[in-house]
């Protein structure tokens, strides 16, 4: 069996022109290694407009749950989360499920999907969504001023859409975990994960057509101080 954990598709923020849930993207992909068909596929994230691609190849993990010994195959992602399966049926390990997540967009065109998929366990390994109280809190007034700074982009939890004031976006664009990866010790059941908690700012703007390389409607690519 093959992994193949897939990207975000172009472009990364904004979907307009891509409505629906994407099928494929974003995913991690199971294949019959000797005859490339397809076995199995879970979507990590429909819609994708926060560049939360697979960043990483998965780790092949045996665990044991309830007693029970399972080879598992466990995908860590940028938004903080690992889906962990069964490595040949793609059965999850724990449920995942559907949740609602804001869908409020002011970019034209945007159609943010209603739900993604939240993993019960394991929990996230990074912190997820932006609110006041994550300013910083050295002194009061540097608290205060924090806020204020703050208050210029819109905030919310994980899978907020992107706009074009900029979204605040916690993991960022780097993740959560990244191309390093995680590592699974065998004695412990533990899997190691390199995390980044970092936010970045996820602002789109209209295509002045400055950039040739640049064919959508709305591109971060026109947005001052935007995310590259």
């Not at 499920?97 to 943010?112: A, F, H, I, Y």
């Not at 590592?183 to 789109?204: E, H, I, K, M, S």
Request: aromatic share 10%; net charge neutral; proline share 11%.
């Amino acid at each position: 069996l093959l992994y193949l954990p897939s990207s975000t598709p172009s472009s990364d923020y904004y979907g307009g022109e891509r409505p629906g849930a994407n099928l494929f993207a974003e995913s991690l992909i199971c294949l019959d290694a000797a005859t490339g068909k397809m076995k199995w596929h879970f979507q990590t994230v429909h819609h994708g407009l926060w560049d939360y691609d697979n960043p990483a190849p998965p780790n092949l993990v045996t665990i044991t749950v309830n007693g029970r010994r399972i080879d598992a195959v466990a995908q860590v992602t940028k938004q903080g989360f690992t889906y962990v399966f069964d490595r040949v049926t793609g059965k999850p390990v724990w449920p995942i499920v559907e949740r609602p997540v804001p869908t409020d967009s002011n970019v034209p065109g945007e159609k943010p999907y209603a739900t993604q998929p939240f993993p019960t366990k394991p929990p996230a390994f990074t912190d997820q969504g932006v609110s006041l109280e994550d300013a910083n809190n050295l002194t009061p007034e540097i608290k205060l001023m924090a806020q204020e700074q703050m208050r210029k982009f819109r905030i919310g939890p994980l899978y907020t859409p992107p706009s074009i004031e900029g979204t605040l976006q916690r993991p960022g664009q780097v993740g959560g975990a990244n191309w390093g990866g995680a590592a699974f010790d065998p004695d412990t059941g533990y899997l190691f994960v390199r995390a980044t908690r970092g936010v970045g700012v996820n602002r789109l703007a209209k295509n002045d057509g400055s950039d040739p390389l640049v064919a959508g409607p709305y591109s971060n690519v026109f947005a001052r101080g935007g995310e590259p």
